[in-house]
């Protein structure tokens, strides 16, 4: 089977031939559909060993396919199902995993596999999509069901103001699961304005450049300061910089991927009473209400949608990417290849 592979820091991915993997007793083998690129796929090919990738792994923790095949002690799944994956593997017996919550299962791994045209995946991890939704758009529910955990956890209550640091798929998902839960004022920031329409057309109330007049120009949008401030690009200094845009008592919900370590100053978290949260991953609840998102309403996570590439596109957009583009989501999809 074609495969998108993981060489070394600095090196461009490759197109290669892997064998196509047979499924465990517990595992169906999935063609794969669509997979979508995340930003976090970026970081690994930077730094592998924070992550554990190996040279020639398979990335892509975004995708949904059809089932081939099953191995034998699946009952739940059958060939020919169209399902979307959740990349968190947890061993399926432990309380967390009982609960729907495999991303704290102590056993848990998280798998990739997605830029191939076939994988293996537990049974468990899959959710079978919605029939009016088209299979490669269910490659969306894994970002859609990052961006619902954070505003679980951040305590969003109807009316507040919100500011988003950050444009891209996670932050622009943010906007629109902060709009369903009831808050006034939507507004994200980023350093450019590629995305503005795109913040629109999934919800957000405003768009604001990202830098030292944001505070400022965040009151004039919204009359007041944010209640919460969703950092959701992961560089460093950032968690600071919303520290000091958000209200005194409100909360910054740290999302973005930072790695190698960050800079703050706590005086103004501290004086501000400012709470301060952290999200991660989602349970399979979310997951499950995720997909249900998917489907037609005002507005849509499909909006993110910028580009569907084959195999042979993927190196060159992947550095792309790296750079920083015009585009939002990009999926490597088989009817594009």
């Not at 906007?175 to 795109?198: L, P, S």
């Not at 790296?322 to 989501?329: D, E, G, N, V």
């Amino acid at each position: 089977m074609k495969a998108v592979l993981f060489d070394s820091v600095g090196l461009p991915l490759t197109v290669g031939e892997r064998p196509v993997p047979e499924p465990a007793d517990d595992e169906v083998l999935l063609k794969i559909a669509a997979c979508g690129i995340c930003g976090s796929d970026l970081h690994m090919t930077e730094d592998p060993k924070t992550f554990g990738l190996k040279q020639y792994d398979v990335l892509g923790h975004e995708f949904a396919g059809e089932v081939v095949s099953c191995g034998s002690a699946v009952a739940t799944l059958r060939p020919g199902d169209r399902v979307a994956v959740t990349p968190m593997r947890g061993c399926g017996h432990c309380d967390s995993c009982k609960r729907g919550e495999p991303a704290w299962c102590a056993e848990m791994r998280l798998i990739g596999g997605g830029y191939a045209e076939f994988t293996t995946v537990a049974a468990r991890q899959c959710r079978i999509l919605p029939d009016d939704l088209p299979i490669s758009e269910g490659a969306l529910a894994e970002p859609v069901a990052v961006a619902l955990h954070c505003v679980m956890r951040s305590g969003l209550k109807p009316g507040d103001r919100v500011l988003i640091l950050g444009a891209g798929p996670i932050g622009l998902l943010v906007a629109f699961w902060a709009r369903r839960h009831g808050a006034r004022e939507v507004i994200v920031a980023d350093i450019n304005r590629h995305q503005e329409e795109r913040a629109a057309a999934i919800g957000a109330t405003g768009f604001a450049l990202s830098g030292p007049g944001l505070a400022d120009e965040f009151r004039t949008k919204s009359s007041g300061e944010p209640d919460i401030v969703f950092e959701c690009v992961g560089k460093r200094g950032l968690i600071d910089f919303a520290c000091k845009l958000v209200r005194v008592h409100g909360t910054v919900v740290g999302v973005g991927l930072c790695v190698g370590g960050d800079d703050w100053d706590p005086f103004a978290a501290l004086s501000k009473e400012i709470q301060l949260i952290f999200a991660v991953f989602f349970n399979m609840t979310e997951f499950e209400t995720a997909l249900a998102a998917l489907e037609p309403g005002r507005y849509r996570p499909q909006a993110l949608i910028t580009d569907r590439i084959g195999f042979g596109e993927v190196p060159e957009t992947f550095e792309a990417l790296k750079r920083r583009t015009t585009q939002c989501k990009v999926l490597i999809a088989a009817d594009a290849a």
